[in-house]
């Protein structure tokens, strides 16, 4: 027994009365003390047995008692319109949980497209995947090198394991790495993307700028916390000892947090300390790369071609 106020207001009161509420068709609900005329009838379109309307009787003596009607009918017990509401109720819960996927897509789908923007992965990356990779006998081990970091990612995660890839111009390293933040970004994970120069140029633009959203502190914090950071064709551009500085500092504060990288370089660990070397200081640079090769495993691409040139 329900009361009145829980009914009407959700909230149960002492004084107020209790009443019944009944789910009945109209001739029950006759039974049971309502004062109405009788409601219209229809009949099975199968066996054309008499079914009456259905729905809700309340007793009370605070209220009056009646009857409130859905405008919905009895389901007839005949065989045809068993299997009848049977599809019905199938086809109506089929359109509620596609609609209920539907708007989990698209919620899904919102969420990469925040989570692609975040990782600074730019236009000409969003297609760079495994899926548009060309494979050849050359880069095949390189592809599927990177194709199981991404599958055992969880694991690897925990032990700070990252890649170096490492190759001639046009081996396909930024593809792969681009393809490496892609399916890490289904998976939940959060990576950022981008050249040395492009991510620390994000901290030197937040310089002496009132309005920029993010400074100096927050953008490191995001390189050294983000899932997996990707710094594409390291060596590339002659660094500065600003430059230098960062660098070491964000490699190091993920390589004591156990945070994974991915570095792609056209330079092996000779050729890519002297690029990292500024002027005679050469202890920098050495720290750098010998943090790198702590935190990573090394991904050859040295004899593969320059697939951007094939046709």
């Not at 916390?225 to 430059?243: A, R, S, Y």
């Not at 960062?246 to 156990?258: G, I, T």
């Not at 330079?267 to 090769?293: C, F, H, Q, W």
């Amino acid at each position: 027994m329900k009361q009145i106020s829980e009914i009407l207001h959700c909230t149960p009161t002492k004084n107020s009365e209790e009443c019944e509420i009944i789910h009945c068709t109209n001739s029950k609900a006759i039974e049971v003390g309502r004062h109405s005329i009788v409601t219209e009838t229809i009949e099975c379109e199968f066996c054309k047995n008499i079914l009456e309307q259905t729905g809700f009787y309340l007793s009370s003596s605070m209220f009056s008692r009646g009857w409130l009607s859905r405008g919905e009918y009895e389901r007839c017990t005949c065989k045809d319109a068993i299997n009848h509401w049977l599809e019905f109720d199938k086809a109506k819960l089929d359109k509620v949980e596609k609609e209920k996927n539907e708007e989990g897509e698209r919620q899904y789908k919102e969420r990469l497209e925040r989570m692609i923007k975040q990782s600074n992965l730019g236009e000409r990356f969003r297609t760079r995947t495994f899926q548009t990779y060309k494979i050849s006998n050359e880069n095949k081990l390189a592809f599927k090198t990177c194709e199981r970091y991404t599958e055992k990612f969880k694991e690897l995660k925990t032990k700070g394991v990252g890649l170096l890839i490492t190759g001639n111009y046009g081996a396909g390293k930024t593809h792969l790495a681009a393809a490496i933040a892609h399916v890490l970004i289904k998976q939940g994970y959060q990576p950022i993307f981008g050249t040395l120069i492009n991510l620390l140029g994000k901290i030197k633009s937040s310089y002496g700028d009132a309005h920029s959203k993010e400074n100096e502190e927050q953008i490191i914090n995001k390189y050294i916390n983000c899932d997996l950071l990707i710094i594409d064709d390291l060596g590339k551009e002659k660094p500065t000892e600003w430059v230098l500085e960062k660098l070491y500092y964000v490699l190091n504060c993920r390589y004591e947090n156990n945070e994974p990288v991915v570095i792609t370089s056209n330079y092996n660990d000779t050729k890519l300390m002297d690029r990292l070397t500024v002027g005679d200081n050469l202890e920098t640079s050495e720290a750098i790369v010998s943090r790198m090769y702590e935190m990573c495993q090394g991904v050859n691409m040295q004899e593969c071609k320059d697939y951007r040139r094939e046709i």
